[in-house]
């Protein structure tokens, strides 16, 4: 069956401009991540929804970044007034409930200049 | 300090060779441990899952956790240069927290 899916793959913009990243998860899946990696590390986490709440939202850097999921499948990450410092691979991830495997998409590439 | 510190190498290895890969962690909650392979440009790939501590062989790859260290490993036996790719311990409560990955280059 189909895997993690996020559009588009790269996306290049202006600093102060707005940004929105989509990831549609595998079918049935409950659970979904967003993780943010930059050059040379390790994805770090920054929301989790089940459904279509987000059960947290810790890892989200600041007010600049939102996230949703309001039919429970399909979520968008929004960035507000982006800065440099925001380019960095967006990668989501999804899984049937909080304690199972998840599955990885290929990632937005986001370019900031 | 990193919740999870992983050396990010780089590693090259000739073909046939063992590497051995490892990272500590600080949060003694964590109770699940995985390794993630990821190719360039690509997202990350669950290989091994193990729960608490213990070993766990699956082919050429054996994943150890050591909880009482903190301690976790992964050994690639008979090296391919198709393993060449950036390895990524993680951790889990229920969000994955990630090592910084370490680099591997099997020669051919």
């Known amino acids: 069956g189909a895997g993690v899916s996020q559009t588009p793959s790269n996306k290049v913009t202006e600093k102060g401009k707005y940004v929105e990243l989509r990831c549609d998860p595998i079918?049935?899946?409950?659970?979904l991540y967003w993780y943010r990696q930059s050059l040379g590390q390790g994805p770090e986490f920054l929301i989790y929804?089940?459904?279509?709440?987000?059960?947290?939202d810790s890892g989200l850097p600041n007010d600049r970044f939102f996230a949703v999921r309001p039919e429970g499948s399909v979520s968008t990450l929004k960035i507000q007034r982006t800065e440099r410092g925001d380019s960095a691979v967006y990668l989501c991830?999804?899984?049937?409930?909080?304690?199972?495997?998840?599955?990885f998409g290929p990632g937005t590439r986001l370019t900031v200049l | 300090q990193k919740e999870v510190e992983q050396d990010p190498g780089p590693l090259s290895v000739p073909e046939g060779a063992i590497v051995s890969l490892n990272c500590t962690y600080s949060?003694?909650?964590?109770?699940?441990f995985m390794w993630y392979r990821q190719y360039s440009r690509k997202g990350p790939e669950l290989l091994m899952y193990?729960?608490?501590?213990g070993n766990k062989e699956d082919g050429r790859f054996t994943a150890q956790v050591d909880k009482s260290s903190k301690y976790i490993s992964l050994f690639i036996r008979d090296s391919q240069p198709s393993d060449s790719a950036t390895y990524l311990c993680?951790?889990?409560?229920?969000?994955?927290?990630f090592g910084a990955g370490t680099t591997v280059t099997v020669r051919a």
């Open positions: 991830a999804s899984s049937y409930g909080a304690t199972d495997t998840q599955y």
């Open positions: 079918s049935g899946h409950t659970a």
């Open positions: 929804f089940q459904g279509t709440g987000a059960a947290d």
């Open positions: 949060n003694s909650a964590f109770q699940y």
């Open positions: 193990t729960y608490s501590s």
């Open positions: 993680a951790m889990r409560d229920y969000k994955l927290s």
